[in-house]
């Protein structure tokens, strides 16, 4: 086995449910490598995501450690043999990995669901509104990273799956840029909230309630419920949060912030006004 330099999230992943189901099953992971003829080291190789595994391995462990939900471990089998090489992957070593990262996830979606409080997502992100947020970064990038960076956001921005906004008043008022790229980033948001499959909701200020949930997250549906992620924002990239306590409670997050925003039509005047007053 060919041992990775740098597994990505979705590798690294792949390795934590596996290693979830055995420690689920009481084994250790000398046990869980004699079923595979392995050696405890491969065995920790594989479940840090460091090493690929064949769907055969993967079922076999399966079947070992009783695991009866036959959708997850299809949903295993599909990460372990996955062999797509996105567009992402021409800004690996040229771009930090949790970009990359956030792109594969975003590629795998069934769904995804954020709550912005001070930014538009970068999903919906006019050129000159990101070229303004990577701008404001400290320390600053150079021309060519700046440019890389906006570059790579807008290719990462085809919205084919469902997906819900719930936005604070406060990200559509700051101006990250001019007034005339606020306006154009309050028209896009406008534009693609128009489309079947997207929805956004805004929060105003005046609003009761939304103290109770406010913070900025990006929740991406998996195939199945059990690799759902959260995605938050830390000072040196993005943290990648999947323990099932967490993202139901995640869950529980973004219905109580969608339940005290105004409806898509409501949202759609409320930015609509918004752009006029620029």
Known sequence: MVQRREPTARQMRLGLELRRLREAAGLTAVQAAALLGANRVQMSHIESGLVGVSEERVRRLASHYACMDAEFVD???????D??????EEYRGLLPTSFLDLSELNHHA???RDVAILYVPGLLQTEEYARAVFSSRVPALTGDELELRVRHRMAGQ????PYELV?????LRIRVGDRAASRA???KLLDVSEADNVTVRVVPFDLDGFARASSTMTYVGGPVTKLDTVVRDVP??????DSEAQLSAFRTRFRKVEEVSLDPKRS???INRLAREL
Not at 83 to 88: A, E
Not at 158 to 161: F, H
Not at 167 to 171: G, N, P, Q, V
């Open 236 to 241: 040196h990239g993005s943290a990648f949060i």
């Open 158 to 161: 085809r919205i084919t799956i």
């Open 268 to 270: 759609r005047d409320f």
């Open 75 to 81: 949903a295993l089998v599909a990460m372990a043999t």
């Open 110 to 112: 069934s769904f995804r």
């Open 185 to 187: 980033q309050l028209t």
């Open 167 to 171: 936005i604070h008043e406060s990200a």
């Open 83 to 88: 062999r797509t090489r996105g567009w992402w």
